[in-house]
């Protein structure tokens, strides 16, 4: 497993995190421990939660569960030090209502911690902005005119990263990102931090995979030279890119199709076109389309690190197996034909 450091920072993380917003609703705790072991085995070091999870209904009655689910793992088997440990504070909703401030950003860590059972978050990030985000889908009709001001978004950027420095002085947070954040929303954190002598955000955890690029554009310029890594989250599509739907004509009993009918918006008109074209570009060069999905992000033109998820430790050697596959130039290009002909297909 090769090991990478998240932008300008020094943590030291394997190139590929284990996601974990599953355990808890599709998952139970000890098949979250099971995924954790067998990432360990292979050389995995870096894991994914939040305040919110799980998913797959997200339910405010829930939510922690599985920082919960962590926290026991390392009461079970020791060895925290050993993992570099990512979560995140919600935006404005009913997991947070308030939303990201300074006034209630060391509340919601505490939590975390205390659920995660240790004394520090390796990463915090927040986990969508609070005056909104174009991910989700949200894209199709987003406005930024109804956003607050200027002046209102810098005001609380200003206190929150006044109290981000203090946490992370305090040792309770070793580095921060963001996530669902946009070009001109991750500026405005590193050009305040800058102005300030404030913690940057050395990440960013957005939505990424063959079939959504919405990154590749202003957000990788601004990644390669900002020094900030992406961490990639659906780089499967949702199970979209492992070929278990079949096309749209199977649906498993358990699977995300199954419980929420439409993966979040990503079911359309053009998905299943471009899901069929995908699976069967992996099949005609004999790699398994989980594999190809998960490498494919590790090629890219900027610092980019994967994070995956699965119901069970079957599902994830596939993923895993990204670590030791090289994808063909040939197969590359046949990638990036597939994109323009089915470019953005949710």
């Known amino acids: 497993m090769k090991m990478r450091k998240i932008g300008r920072s020094d943590l030291l993380v394997s190139e590929i995190c284990l996601g974990s917003m599953t355990w808890g609703s599709q998952n139970t705790e000890a098949e979250g421990h099971a995924q954790i072991d067998r990432a360990k085995e292979v050389g995995v070091n870096f894991i994914d939660t939040a305040e919110m999870y799980p998913v797959n209904p997200v339910r405010k009655e829930t939510a922690g569960d599985t920082e919960e689910i962590i926290g026991q793992y390392f009461a079970a088997r020791g060895g925290r030090e050993d993992w570099v440990i990512a979560s995140k504070i919600a935006g404005p909703g009913n997991i947070n209502e308030e939303g990201i401030l300074a006034s209630n950003l060391e509340a919601r860590l505490d939590a975390s911690l205390k659920r995660l059972k240790t004394d520090y978050v390796d990463l915090f990030q927040f986990h969508w902005p609070n005056r909104g985000s174009y991910a989700f889908r949200q894209n199709w009709h987003f406005n930024p005119a109804k956003q607050p001001s200027k002046a209102e978004i810098e005001d609380n950027m200003r206190g929150v990263l006044d109290e981000m420095a203090r946490l992370q002085k305090a040792g309770k947070v070793r580095e921060?990102?963001?996530?669902?954040?946009?070009?001109?929303?991750?500026?405005?954190?590193?050009?305040?931090?800058?102005?300030?002598?404030?913690?940057?955000?050395?990440?960013?955890?957005?939505?990424?995979?063959?079939?959504?690029?919405?990154?590749?554009?202003?957000?990788?310029?601004?990644?390669?030279?900002?020094?900030?890594?992406?961490?990639?989250?659906?780089?499967?599509?949702?199970?979209?890119?492992?070929?278990?739907?079949?096309?749209?004509?199977?649906?498993?009993?358990?699977?995300?199709?199954?419980?929420?009918?439409?993966?979040?918006?990503?079911?359309?008109?053009?998905?299943?076109?471009?899901?069929?074209?995908?699976?069967a570009l992996a099949a005609q060069n004999g790699v398994d389309p989980t594999t190809m999905a998960v490498a494919w992000t590790l090629t890219r033109p900027f610092d980019c690190m994967p994070i995956i998820g699965a119901t069970s430790v079957d599902q994830l050697e596939k993923s895993l197996d990204a670590r030791d596959v090289t994808l063909s130039e040939d197969l590359l290009k046949e990638i990036e034909k597939l994109h323009k002909l089915h470019a953005m297909p949710f």
């Open 176 to 279: 921060f990102g963001t996530s669902n954040e946009s070009a001109w929303g991750m500026a405005m954190w590193l050009k305040l931090a800058d102005e300030m002598g404030a913690p940057r955000m050395q990440s960013i955890q957005n939505e990424y995979s063959m079939m959504c690029r919405l990154y590749d554009t202003d957000l990788a310029e601004l990644a390669v030279h900002e020094d900030v890594t992406l961490l990639a989250y659906s780089p499967l599509a949702a199970g979209l890119l492992t070929g278990k739907y079949e096309g749209g004509t199977v649906v498993p009993k358990g699977s995300r199709l199954d419980l929420n009918g439409d993966l979040g918006g990503r079911v359309a008109e053009r998905t299943w076109p471009a899901e069929r074209a995908y699976v």
